[in-house]
T-cell receptor, first 114, second 112 residues
């Protein structure tokens, strides 16, 4: 059974720091891994999607890497800003095609202090 | 803004009642997935609809049911509500060549 774990559960940093959020999964047979952002009481915003054949994806100050063999992904946030404060969740999709079920971690709650 | 809308935004029901939640998918998307997110937890997959057929279901009892319409919008129905059904219900729209799922803002359901 696929399980997704995120470390740390919470993180508080001063503005401007570079930071790394970790995601691990127990079964390396994934189709893709996705990182999402969730603001309090709100829906989810897709940040980055990495296919199982890829090693990393970048969008602005965000960089996500994937090491499928070790079951790990990291989300790197450069030069953090107070607006980055949110919960970050990673999720894995197990199969290709039309079954797009995602298995989720519990998230990392990030606070960036001005 | 993803183009995925959900209604209502908030809902309060009592135990034993029934509820219907609605989701309009993003234009061009033929797949809608529903998730339940309890406070402080990650989302849990309820089920998915592809071209009006259920094609995947998570570990939820039969009192959770759904529909997808020809325009690919979707409903989630929950019968005989229990206190533990209190959660944020999220729908996600996907389709075409991208695997990215686009989420709506969610419906916050409170069962008293």
């Amino acid at each position: 059974k696929q399980e997704v774990t995120q470390i740390p559960a919470a993180l508080s940093v001063p503005e401007g720091e570079n930071l790394v959020l970790n995601c691990s999964f127990t079964d390396s047979a994934i189709y893709n891994l996705q990182w999402f952002r969730q603001d309090p009481g709100k829906g989810l915003t897709s940040l980055l999607l990495i296919q199982s054949s890829q090693r990393e994806q970048t969008s602005g100050r965000l960089n996500a890497s994937l090491d499928k063999s070790s079951g790990r992904s990291t989300l790197y946030i450069a030069a953090s800003q107070p607006g980055d404060s949110a919960t970050y969740l990673c999720a894995v999709q197990l199969v290709a095609g039309n079954n797009r079920k995602l298995i989720w971690g519990l998230g990392t709650s990030l606070a960036v202090n001005p | 803004e993803t183009g995925v809308t959900q209604s209502p935004t908030h809902l309060i029901k009592t135990r034993g009642q029934q509820v219907t939640l609605r989701c309009s998918s993003q234009s061009g998307h033929n797949t809608v997935s529903w998730y339940q997110q309890a406070l402080g937890q990650g989302p849990q997959f309820i089920f998915q609809y592809y071209r009006e057929e259920e094609n995947g279901r998570g570990n939820f009892p039969p009192r959770f049911s759904g529909l997808q319409f020809p325009n690919y919008s979707s409903e989630l129905n929950v019968n005989a509500l229990e206190l533990d059904d209190s959660a944020l219900y999220l729908c996600a729209s996907s389709g075409g060549r991208t695997d990215t799922q686009y989420f709506g803002p969610g419906t916050r359901l409170t069962v008293l």
